[in-house]
């Protein structure tokens, strides 16, 4: 499997990122970046939502890894969607992490069509400014990328959407369209927030693999021609989620987890 993949834009992404929801305050967020670009990550997640932005931009700042090895994505919020003020949030969003762009700027979440039309221009023209790199959403059906692909000059690059085994059958249709249509998914709390890593499927897959819980679920969202982008605070779990090249899941294991 590659370690990266191609955007419908054309530009290069990692295959794997590094989530950064919930790493507070901006001194916790920085020294978990440092640590997870040491480690190997490439692809960093942030939100204007999460807080964190100005500690995940001073770790990507100060790294010794090239800016232009580095996927920064950070995310719109729902109170700045609309043309003007996606535009000024952008802005914000880069003056606290310090960087003059992003490689991909994401609508965090789908309000209303018109709100999401509005906020697509915006998110075209930060586009063309050279602000962000490729533009996409996040947690958007199906039916709502089919209405954006209607009028956009660019469509989505990426929809960021919860994935894991336990929300397989809700996301499948999404997943689906998204791969239909160039659409790159990227799977967020692919670990399920760690809150099943036991479960007796997943525990007798890692060890016929001698895998870990959490490296099969992750094995599991690659396989399926998603980017997931777990989340950790600890360096020993940042490089034990990148150890997920080695080994392949087979269709009756799938299939297995697909059932959770
Ligand atoms: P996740 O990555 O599925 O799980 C994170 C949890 O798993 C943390 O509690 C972490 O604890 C634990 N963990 C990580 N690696 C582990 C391992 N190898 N073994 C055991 N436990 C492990 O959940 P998530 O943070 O919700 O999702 C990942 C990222 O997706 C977020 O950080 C964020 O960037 C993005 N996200 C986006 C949205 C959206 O609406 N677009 C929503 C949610 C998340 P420790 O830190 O203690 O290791």
Redesign the pocket.
């Known amino acids: 499997m590659e370690r990266t993949l191609e955007l419908n834009s054309g530009a290069v992404m990692p295959a794997i990122g590094f989530?950064?929801?919930?790493l507070l305050p901006d001194a916790v967020a920085e020294t978990a970046v440092a640590s997870a670009i040491a480690a190997g990550y490439r692809l960093i997640?942030?939100?204007r939502l999460?807080q964190n932005e100005a500690g995940v931009g001073a770790a990507i700042r100060d790294s010794q890894v090239p800016r232009g090895e580095l996927f920064v994505t950070t995310?719109l919020w729902n109170s700045d969607q609309g043309y003007d003020s996606a535009l000024t949030a952008c802005q914000a969003s880069l003056d606290r992490l310090g960087l003059d762009s992003v490689d991909l700027y994401?609508i965090?979440?789908p309000q209303n069509s018109r709100l999401t039309r509005d906020t697509w221009r915006a998110m075209q023209d930060l586009l063309d400014a050279g602000q962000a790199g490729n533009i996409g959403v996040?947690?958007f059906s199906a039916e709502q990328i089919e209405e954006m692909l209607d009028y956009c000059d660019t469509p989505p690059a990426v929809n960021?959407i919860?994935f894991?085994p336990f929300v397989y059958e809700r996301q499948r249709p999404t997943l689906e369209y998204c791969l239909q249509n160039s659409i790159v998914v990227e799977a967020?709390?692919?670990?399920?927030?760690?809150e099943h890593?036991d479960h007796p499927v997943i525990a007798e897959i890692a060890k016929a693999r001698q895998k870990?819980?959490?490296q099969v679920l992750l094995r599991w969202a690659l396989q399926h021609g998603t980017v997931p982008?777990?989340?950790?605070?600890?360096p020993e779990?940042m490089r034990?989620?990148l150890a997920v090249f080695d080994f392949d899941l087979s269709a009756a294991e799938m299939a297995a987890l697909n059932a959770l």
């Open positions: 989530g950064t929801w919930k997640d942030t939100a999460y995310k994401l965090h979440w996040s947690n960021q919860e894991n967020y709390s692919p670990l399920a927030q760690a890593l870990t819980g959490g982008i777990p989340k950790t605070a600890r779990r034990e989620n």
